[in-house]
């Protein structure tokens, strides 16, 4: 090896020992780069389809790869620093002042691989930006965006980039964070003079026939959910509230559904009451209206 850098040292012009240090750091880097090349085609081999495992393979041995890189990096080039801890102080001080928002969000990139307060493919909301979460990075994760002009919190088609800092400073969301179900309530605004009981009665019917199995799943769910946060439910089957409101009596649904199927448990919801309502004729959606009295 002496020859090699010697031959470095010819060709480049740098010193014996600094031509060391790179050979090493290379081959440091290479064997680090091998290492996680072979535990990727590992876990490749095993046929693993859960696309959420994979990607966390990928960025674990990629993080891991790097702390191990810089330590190395740490040991060959300031092996010799007489005062190591001083020089770090005031290095680390100057970067503070300089870097305050990267080492904010590399410190919100170390809370959240540590807390997981969300993971890939979670849908959140943190601040006014929604959407499900397509990747992380030490600097910000990505949210493929729903909601805004999209009703029922479908996608709209665009990828926001939202720094890690943004964890200790606005209100995170998760969606499926407690039990993985959402409450959901449909409206349904029916005139004074309907039968409402016998409405009431149908949109019940209606909602047990799309939310009871759900119901059953999320008993399950909320069982698990417990044994981390204090979550309880005493009722988890779908109801009809009643209410009055200015154009008629007001017959709200409320039941259970998963936040991604919102918009077509709605729709599949409310073709079945169009079609019950259609077949009654003491049962007709109220609208607004204006009554007009004449005297005289």
Known sequence: MDEFYQFMTKYTGIST???????????????????RMFILRMVRMRKTDDIRLRYRWRKTTLYVGIVFF???????????????????????AGLAVALKE?????????????????????RIQIGKSKGDVIDQGVFCFTLMEVGEWVDAE???????????????????????????????????????????????KSLLE??????????????????????????????????????????????TIRLLCEPRKRRNTEQSIWR?????FEKEKKINLAYN??????SG
């Open 17 to 35: 020992v600094t031509a060391r240090k790179v050979f090493i750091s290379i081959a440091v880097a290479a064997a680090i780069y091998l290492i």
């Open 154 to 200: 479908q996608s709209t088609g665009r990828v926001l980039h939202v720094p890690n800092g943004s964890v200790f400073n606005e209100t995170l969301a998760n969606y499926g964070a407690g039990f993985q179900y959402i409450w959901h309530e449909i409206p349904v605004l029916i005139t004074f003079e309907s039968d409402w009981r016998k409405a009431e």
């Open 102 to 122: 990267p080492i904010e969000n590399m410190a919100g990139w170390a809370f959240i691989l540590l807390k997981r307060p969300f993971d890939v493919g979670d």
């Open 70 to 92: 810089g330590f190395a990096l740490w040991r060959v080039w300031l092996d010799n620093v007489v005062n190591i801890t001083t020089y770090l102080g005031l290095l680390s």
């Open 206 to 251: 209606i909602a047990e026939r799309h939310g009871a199995e759900l119901s059953e799943k999320a008993a399950d769910k909320v069982r698990d959910a417990a044994r981390k946060y204090m979550i309880f439910y005493q009722k988890l089957t779908p109801t009809v509230y009643t209410t009055v409101k200015d154009s008629g009596v007001l017959l």
């Open 289 to 294: 209206t204006m009554r007009i009295y004449k």
């Open 272 to 276: 079945d009451i169009l079609d019950t």
